[in-house]
């Protein structure tokens, strides 16, 4: 809603806003891309126009939308997920982004796992193993020795100690 609301005080009209993506029905001037650059930034947003960031983002958004809004099936891959859903072979979209944000797909994958986990963790209304399977670990030793690489901490004791260990989703 903010997006748009900036789009139409300064005269365009989108035809379509979804996460990360804004389509208009016109190309926009050097002039107005920047304009409109200056204003989202002033709101927190980053406006990316090469086609590569805008897979990149794509690739973290779809990632962060499955490990933290959605009920994962445990049947789906990653590497086809991400395949369908940005139309594009799995070996050149993992070497991009590990060519542009220097850590594999999968890395950033287990971190946003880490992340869910550490949340779930934090409000403390599920066990371990449910904890375990509803981010479709195999099993709770799993969880406890990927949880411990990622963090130094086991996860009983991230839970008892309960600070501000968690970190914001766009600075995983």
């Known amino acids: 809603m903010v997006v748009k609301s900036e789009f139409e005080k300064l005269g365009f009209t989108p035809t379509d806003i979804t996460l990360g993506e804004v389509t208009l029905d016109k190309e926009l001037t050097t ?4 304009l409109l650059a200056k204003e989202l930034l002033e709101l927190g947003f980053e406006v990316i126009d090469d086609k590569k960031s805008r897979i990149i983002e794509k690739i973290k958004n779809t990632i962060i939308d499955l490990v933290h809004y959605q009920d994962n099936d445990s049947k789906s891959n990653l590497s086809e997920l991400l395949s369908s859903t940005l139309q594009h072979d799995y070996s050149y979209l993992s ?64 839970r008892e100690i309960k600070e501000e260990k968690r970190k914001p989703l766009d600075k995983v």
């Open 31 to 34: 002039f107005q891309k920047e």
């Open 95 to 158: 070497n991009l982004f590990s060519e542009v944000e220097g850590t594999t797909i999968e890395k950033y994958f287990i971190a946003q796992k880490i992340e869910k986990v550490k949340e779930l963790l934090v409000y403390d209304e599920l066990s371990l193993s449910e904890i375990a399977f509803r981010m479709n670990y195999s099993s709770v030793a799993y969880l406890s020795n990927q949880f411990k690489k990622v963090t130094g901490l086991t996860p009983s004791h991230f």
